[in-house]
């Protein structure tokens, strides 16, 4: 008899609503309105309908508990969806800890990572909204890779802003996202006066997210047939992200046991709020508490050492003002390779919920990252994404815990997504060239000076 | 209600057995035995010894009809297996074509094709008589990168000889295998005698698959704890993959239909024998008959413009020699981006099976496999290695077919990997860059001319 290692749901067991957390807010625990760029008064729905469809804004302030999916939306997930539970055996073993280590693998979709579990939905809302065009940004391409196969399943034409640094490092993101049909340019771009004026002062500049959030806008506020689309941060993405966590429950349930300790990374928030949000739910409506650990890179550490407060979403000021940890919208990250974990902010959500102490942080380096990313490859098969390594390294001190301890609990993490497009990252550090970003504490006191 | 569009079968349902269709052979179709290749004797097992554990030589000469899967192979199975059966609903619209269109997808794998389906029972068997470390060639790397992660699984030391040509154009397939712990050379290499002879000549030489077999040999012969293995070809390596074809049978009976059209692209033959010979040996037990396709590029069109004759498995005669479709051992195909297609020979029982008209086969352009890769990425998200993007072709090529005589034939093929590490052969179709080569009609006569 086979030990069972991979736990899959049936088709029909994908999930038919999203949970929206902000249902399930205890009193005491309230979320403050994102606040105009210009105006910084409280933003309403028509103040965000030139960006998004109604619809999503609507998500995005709604405390209803359950939001249904759409028929389009979950015929395309079950493309890829239910994602696998796996119980890593092998990496149990050779830890040789008493810890049972589960991971949720949303690598397998379409665009290798947990994010077309909002591109669609985006997509789909767009589309019945009669847009034919969305703009975006990207950093590394994740996002901008997810966001061109949803277009390209819906007949929405897609641009992608892609931050020039990884537009040249990275040109098997830019091509896979072409191969979608989508059009990509380095930012900053001749294609915004944004991106216009940069490069008269800067001719090499090698971009940033929040020059390329700048871009994106700009086009989307020039054409009438032109939507803007943000792949983490918002509430409504979070939301997206839940059919992640709700599938993990029922997962478990086959699997016999319940997480102790749930683990994801965090950059903007989704991958994390995907995973956790629904297990925390069932914590604020009575049930028992759950060790929730959001891992963030010690190059990017807003939940950890950034302030909880109003900031912008971008560099340029054109994004709304949120409520959130932040280390100062001019704060630029080091250039680590976990390039999705590289933003000043934090979800909103994912800030309240640490700020109240529902859930914890904790920030490392990305070298003993690579060191529990390659230990997971070699014992796992699955070659994780460096954004994804900081969930494995976590987890893995956990069960390095247990192990000291002698306590066998149930760890449960969110691999987020696979590295096949960072092997150049993997060959740094498999050659020592790979170098650790001191926690920048002089940098994010100067950024966080100009915050708010 | 969602339509089914994912046929996933539970953990339980992964084949407990291997199928052999050399049990099936009618009489009168039968197995040529090979050849030593400086005697050309018949080869006993004893002179495979030195190259393969026991148990894969008393595979590749077996004629029972089932071989037990070990427990320890079946259960890293279970990490990615069963493989999805999808139905290909958006591209069957896009085409508007009444035909039913389902592909068994390979590219879940941790290397992203169907090798692992055999890297993992050769490591297994190598493992159980004492092996420490095996040598391989690899081309593209899709081999060489399931062995390494198949040799990590199973603590033994995997030193792969890749195709120079490749490891200068594939570095993120390179840097894959070095994650799972291999080493990696350029071949020719300073490391074995053919090697350097072939330097000393040619300081520039690109390789090829024959002269990276030659290394992989040598080098398993002057070393006591060394085996060689192979990733195609050979009778062990189609039985492995019969997995494929054998999950596919239940999950085709879980949608409530039945292929009349089965396709599979083939370099070697072990995707294709994959898929094909477990539903080629229900027709040969007394079934129905189903129309068969191998489909090959027309850059190394052995099935169907090749002889049936005994001819060496590689370039410097050191392979066994082998009854198959050939275009003669010095053949050197064009550089198609399907690396893993520009093989001169065949498997010795798809070989067969062509011989005796049991199967069919068509070669294809590459240019028109790399179209229908992108229709096919557009309307279901994968994007599918170019290997597997012949397939699709000749699926498609069906479906309009079906278009225009209004039949609704039910498709299946198989979908063998995905193209993450081949962005550079899809940036070369989109600029108009990429080239279709002839068909070499003297070349493969020059070639052979010398063959046999």
Request: proline share 7%; net charge negative.
């Amino acid at each position: 008899m086979v030990e069972r290692t991979r736990f899959m749901l049936d088709e029909e067991k994908i999930p038919r609503f999203w949970y929206n957390i902000a249902a399930d807010l205890p009193a005491g625990v309230e979320q403050s309105p994102p606040l105009h760029p210009m105006t910084h008064q409280p933003l309403t729905p028509p103040d965000l309908a030139p960006l998004f469809p109604m619809a999503l804004i609507m998500q995005e302030v709604s405390t209803e508990r359950e939001i249904e999916i759409p028929g389009p939306v979950r015929d395309i997930y079950t493309t890829f969806r239910p994602s696998p539970l796996v119980r890593a055996r092998r990496l149990e073993k050779a830890l040789d800890t008493p810890a049972h280590i589960y991971f949720k693998y949303e690598g397998l979709s379409p665009a290798g990572s947990h994010k077309p579990n909002t591109a669609i939905a985006q997509a789909f809302y767009n589309k019945e909204e009669g847009i034919k065009r969305i703009a975006t940004e990207t950093g590394a391409g994740q996002w901008g890779s997810a966001l061109a196969a949803a277009g390209a399943m819906f007949g929405i034409e897609v641009k992608v802003y892609m931050v020039r640094a990884s537009y040249n490092q990275k040109p098997y993101r830019r091509i896979l996202m072409e191969t979608y049909g989508a059009s990509v340019v380095a930012s900053p771009s001749m294609d915004t006066e944004s991106g216009r004026a940069i490069l008269a002062q800067h001719p090499d500049s090698p971009g940033s997210l929040g020059i390329a959030i700048s871009e994106a806008v700009e086009d989307t506020m020039k054409r009438d047939d032109t939507h803007y689309s943000l792949g983490s941060v918002l509430n409504h993405v979070m939301l997206h992200q839940t059919v992640i966590g709700e599938e993990s429950i029922l997962q478990m349930e086959m699997a016999g046991e319940e997480p102790d300790v749930i683990i994801a990374c965090a950059g903007g928030g989704s991958n994390f709020a995907g995973l956790a949000f629904p297990w925390v739910g069932r914590t604020l409506r009575g049930g028992r508490k759950y060790q929730v650990i959001a891992v963030e890179p010690l190059a990017a550490p807003s939940l950890t050492r950034g302030k909880y407060m109003y900031d912008y979403g971008d560099t340029a000021k054109m994004a709304p003002v949120a409520k959130m940890y932040t280390l100062g919208h001019d704060f630029v990250p080091e250039p680590i390779h976990a390039g999705g974990l590289r933003y000043h902010g934090m979800s909103p959500l994912v800030s309240l919920l640490k700020h109240h102490n529902l859930i914890e942080a904790r920030s490392v380096h990305q070298i003993p990252c690579f060191q529990a990313g390659v230990l997971f490859a070699r014992n796992e098969g699955i070659l994780p994404a460096p954004e994804s390594t900081h969930a494995i390294r976590a987890a893995i001190d956990v069960a390095l815990d247990c192990k000291a301890s002698g306590e066998a609990k149930v760890i449960l993490f969110n691999l987020s997504g696979h590295g096949h497009f960072d092997l150049s990252a993997y060959e740094a550090y498999l050659s020592g060239k790979l170098e650790d970003y001191e926690y920048p504490a002089k940098e994010i006191k100067e950024a966080l000076a100009h915050a708010g």
